[in-house]
């Protein structure tokens, strides 16, 4: 089984910077692409960030794009996603996920970790 476990989320001013962290128990974690995504509530989850097994291509919509950035530290198995000018339209519960090689989708999910912005 692979687990994933965020953390790093809080409660936080807009304007305000937050670094989210996932740590992923896999011993072909290297192997993985991973992404961030996010539901607020009564909305759909929505993928934030993505980054390919090699950290050769990253991915982020529009909506976050120059505030966020992915990142991932294979040695120590741990993804991140640095969060920077949040908005109060970024406070949502936000997932960290993993998509093993030749994989169709991301497979493995952790709990999630909330992120709150207040105006």
């Known amino acids: 089984q692979v687990q994933l476990v965020e953390s790093g989320g809080g409660l936080v001013q807009a304007g305000a910077s937050l670094r989210l962290s996932c740590t992923v128990s896999?011993?072909?974690?290297?192997?993985?692409?991973m992404g961030w995504f996010r539901q607020a509530t009564g909305k759909e989850r929505e993928l934030v960030a993505h980054l390919t097994w090699s950290g050769g291509r990253t991915y982020y919509p529009d909506s976050v794009k120059g505030r966020f950035t992915i990142s991932r530290d294979n040695a120590n198995n741990a993804l991140y996603l640095e969060m920077n000018n949040l908005k109060p339209e970024d406070t949502a519960v936000y997932y960290c996920a993993a998509q093993g090689v030749g994989a169709p989708r991301f497979d493995y999910w952790g709990q999630g970790t909330q992120v709150t912005v207040s105006s």
């Open positions: 896999s011993r072909t974690f290297a192997r993985y692409a």
